[in-house]
């Protein structure tokens, strides 16, 4: 137990100095099991929640769920806890999410047909519950922004009918050098309206004059120790994300040699999925590790070998195929 705990403080340094070292959501059908696993476990929790009317909460869990694997299942539970909510305008943008996602997997599992009828059926019950803007921006420029009800249409879909409470919705078209555009929107449910914005009809705003642009500063030594400070930073952080994946590495062998030792080389009995189940996480982590190790190191020596003034020796990390080693110039 110590040495979990200490392995375990190594590794959420390293985790909090990579904020983006792991990525959101894998395809089901790239996840690995262990993905597969802890996918599962939240998905379990979320539909417990939601049995128990705890919609907030199982929102979480659902959430949690699609960003280790993106599972066209899971956003079906997610429109659902929104629909339950209240929520309907954003419900109804999930299931069709998730009617899009399902049918781009159903080729290769016909499991997720019953995703797409499931969120099509939901998504026809909504509907008749919303009204329908259908927007025509003129004299758009490549910097116009709309927004309705509070929420950025992104440009192809502007064309589209996109879906407002039944109550009052503003809608804002935003472009540069011109005041917002505003129109207010009253619709019931149900009804449908289209609506024609000119971007440039807001009265125009005095651009401020711009100041001159500052000189560009010199070269000197006085820029070198801020790359230089970065520089033992991202080594601090390749350093231990290195030492987490020896730590983690090593718990992963000695658990799987003490399985191997306990199992005589065959199957394990059930009665240790605990030890099977951790020696896996612990490989998990080892092998991000690992990863943040050597992006770390990598970017901490390029970030040494720019800071350093051309009255010093640069050096810098050059890695091979079964090597590693410096090359500078002196």
């Given at each position: 137990?110590?040495?979990?705990?200490?392995?375990?403080?190594?590794?959420?340094?390293v985790?909090?100095?990579?904020?983006?070292a792991?990525?959101?959501?894998?395809?089901?059908?790239?996840a690995?099991?262990v993905?597969?696993e802890?996918?599962?476990?939240?998905?379990?929790r979320?539909?417990?929640?939601?049995?128990?009317?705890?919609?907030?909460?199982?929102?979480?869990?659902?959430?949690?769920?699609?960003?280790?694997?993106?599972?066209?299942?899971?956003?079906?539970?997610?429109?659902?806890?929104?629909?339950?909510?209240?929520?309907?305008?954003?419900?109804y943008?999930?299931?069709?999410?998730?009617?899009?996602?399902?049918?781009?997997?159903?080729a290769?599992?016909?499991?997720?047909?019953?995703?797409?009828?499931?969120?099509?059926?939901?998504?026809?019950?909504?509907?008749p519950?919303?009204g329908?803007?259908?927007?025509?921006?003129?004299?758009a420029?490549?910097?116009?922004?709309?927004?309705?009800?509070?929420e950025?249409?992104?440009r192809?879909?502007?064309?589209?009918?996109?879906?407002?409470?039944?109550?009052?919705s503003?809608?804002v078209?935003?472009?540069?050098?011109?005041?917002?555009?505003?129109r207010t929107?009253?619709?019931?449910?149900?009804?449908k309206?289209?609506?024609?914005?000119?971007?440039?009809?807001?009265d125009?705003?005095?651009?401020?004059?711009?100041?001159?642009?500052?000189?560009?500063?010199?070269a000197?030594?006085?820029?070198?120790p801020?790359?230089?400070?970065?520089?033992?930073?991202?080594?601090?952080?390749?350093?231990?994300?290195?030492?987490?994946?020896?730590?983690?590495?090593?718990?992963?062998?000695?658990?799987?040699?003490?399985?191997?030792?306990?199992?005589?080389?065959?199957?394990?009995?059930?009665?240790?999925?605990?030890?099977?189940?951790?020696?896996?996480?612990?490989?998990?982590?080892?092998?991000?590790?690992l990863?943040?190790?050597?992006?770390?190191?990598?970017?901490?020596?390029t970030?040494?070998?720019?800071?350093?003034?051309?009255?010093?020796?640069?050096?810098?990390?050059?890695?091979?195929?079964?090597?590693?080693?410096?090359?500078?110039?002196?």
């Open positions: 137990m110590p040495r979990r705990i200490l392995a375990c403080s190594v590794f959420a340094v985790l909090a100095a990579s904020v983006h792991l990525a959101d959501g894998v395809l089901p059908d790239v690995t099991p993905q597969r802890q996918a599962q476990s939240r998905f379990a979320g539909k417990e929640l939601l049995a128990r009317k705890q919609f907030d909460q199982a929102l979480v869990e659902f959430r949690a769920s699609h960003d280790i694997v993106s599972s066209p299942n899971t956003r079906l539970e997610i429109a659902r806890c929104l629909r339950a909510s209240g929520k309907l305008v954003a419900a943008a999930e299931l069709g999410r998730t009617a899009v996602e399902a049918k781009e997997l159903v290769q599992d016909n499991r997720y047909q019953r995703a797409y009828d499931s969120a099509t059926a939901e998504r026809a019950e909504i509907e519950k919303l329908f803007v259908t927007l025509t921006v003129q004299n420029t490549d910097e116009t922004k709309v927004q309705i009800g509070g950025e249409i992104r192809a879909a502007w064309s589209e009918p996109a879906p407002v409470a039944p109550a009052n503003e809608i078209v935003s472009t540069p050098g011109h005041a917002p555009v505003r929107v009253s619709l019931a449910a149900g009804q309206q289209a609506l024609t914005i000119d971007a440039l009809s807001g125009a705003t005095a651009a401020a004059a711009a100041p001159p642009p500052p000189p560009a500063p010199e000197s030594e006085g820029a070198g801020s790359l230089r400070t970065w520089a033992y930073v991202a080594g601090g952080v390749g350093v231990a994300g290195l030492a987490t994946f020896g730590i983690f590495g090593l718990m992963a062998k000695s658990t799987y040699d003490d399985l191997n030792s306990a199992c005589h080389g065959g199957p394990c009995p059930s009665s240790k999925s605990g030890e099977i189940s951790s020696g896996k996480t612990d490989q998990v982590i080892a092998n991000v590790g990863v943040v190790g050597l992006l770390g190191v990598a970017a901490g020596a970030l040494y070998v720019v800071s350093t003034p051309k009255s010093e020796p640069t050096a810098g990390l050059v890695v091979g195929p079964g090597w590693a080693g410096l090359r500078g110039e002196f």
